[in-house]
């Protein structure tokens, strides 16, 4: 590419200021395709800023100025953006039109579990945030003293890297910052947590494990090893948290450790296989975390597990079923509810056992009914303040394992799981719209998330059930 900087010094010199700094990143963009080297490329930069202020009289760029003309601030594709805020690619400013003004997004009770809705609306806040209004001059106050669901904090950072970099710090609560730190969210946010010096002795974590960075460790590993490598270090996790809590009397049992260890493989093998259909965009990428906290002044051990994968929802993907038999059974499903939205009664059902995709499938469908057997079974407790919960969100549906909830009945003779949400448990009936319903907004994929609490009385008297053991 030819560049006429003759041309360029004549043209600069009628800019505007904004139209000056939007020009001059333009330039070194263009300058950085010639191939010269960095020293001429600053020398050249240089020469620009002299010939628009002059040597003795040079403006002073802002801080926000100089960083955007550091750093490519051209729109990023985002499938999640894109679908939190629908207008962004409409309403997309470029930094040298947004207004400066500093503003301010406010966090709190940010839990998919406890506070869906309100959730899913601070995540549309930021995006159009991210889109058209800040320019590096937006402050997000996190004001939870701590974590009750993990899958907020965990697909924010999974979008991080796609937005404007229109974030610049705000508030947080140090015991929040604790859990962030040792989940290493901090790196997905690009923060810096300085006043946090040791870690907290009550936090046992898991730091976030995303598929794209486990197979960057190794350029050979496969992604079924991914998915083992994942599924190793959560069993590991399970068998310190259970040694923290019983003082090393208590640990998975080897049944135990294989059950947990297929779940969550086969959560991911769904998340890759289910993740991309209808979607040129995904290459079934998710991600995964957990954690324990300790609260003395409860004498409580909160556990916090969560994955997340961009792509398909699950009712986009059982709607391409090639397995006639289950497509039958869900159009009789439907059917028989008429009345109630179709996306959420496919999300249900498709949630059941045995409601797998493709046509002669001999592993699949599966998974998340045990993974609601399991966190029921370890999350069994005598306050039902920390009775287990067991969330899923896809699309515009949202499912909540609770309370009656959450036991399924085994229905055939097959020994399939099922839980309808309804008081008798059956696919006559429609769903209970307090623990099934339509979201304001859409995720573009799915997300997994629990919270259950260990009770070190009941582990004990439960530990030779073959799920938990000496």
Known sequence: MYINFDIIRRDIHSLSDEGFVEQLSRYQQALKKTGKG?????????????????????????KQ????????????????????????????????????TAQEID??????????????????????????????????????????????????GSVMSQMFPFFSGGHMEVSLKHVVRDLQLDKDWKINLRDIEEPDPN???????????????????????????????????????????????????EYGRSYLWNIISEVLDNAERHAIINSERSDGKWSVTCFMEYKKESNDYTCCMSFFNVGASIAETIGTSTDPSMTSRLRTYI????????????????????????NGESVGGYGLMSMVNFIQKMGKTNKPEHLPKIVIISGH???KFADGYIVQNYGDVAGNRYQWFNKSNSEEEPPDAAYIFRLQGYIPGTIITTRFSLDKDILTNERNNGTANN
């Open 38 to 62: 960095r020293h001429q490329i600053r020398e050249l930069k240089r020469s620009l800023i002299f010939k628009k202020y002059g040597k003795n009289g040079r403006r002073t760029y802002t």
């Open 65 to 100: 100025e100089l960083f955007l003309i550091r750093n490519n601030t051209n729109k990023k594709e985002s499938l999640i953006l894109e679908q939190l805020y629908p207008k962004r690619n409409f309403h997309w400013k470029n930094f040298n039109k947004r207004d400066a």
């Open 107 to 156: 966090v709190k009770d940010f839990s998919f579990i406890d506070n869906p809705q309100e959730t899913l609306k601070i995540f549309q806040n930021m995006a159009e945030a991210e889109s058209n209004k800040a320019l590096h001059s937006c402050t997000i106050n996190f004001w939870d003293s701590g974590i009750r669901d993990i899958s907020p904090y965990l697909l924010l």
């Open 203 to 253: 936090i046992l974590a898991l730091p976030v494990l995303r598929k794209e960075h486990i197979e960057q460790e190794n350029k050979e590993i496969d992604t079924g090893s991914a998915r083992e490598k994942v599924a190793t270090k959560i069993r590991i996790m399970f068998d310190q948290w259970l040694s923290v809590v019983s003082d090393q009397k208590i640990s998975l049992s």
């Open 335 to 358: 059917a028989k509810h008429k009345h109630y939205d179709e996306e959420l009664l496919t999300t249900v059902f498709a949630l059941q056992d045995n409601s797998t995709r493709k």
């Open 397 to 399: 549906s949202y499912v």
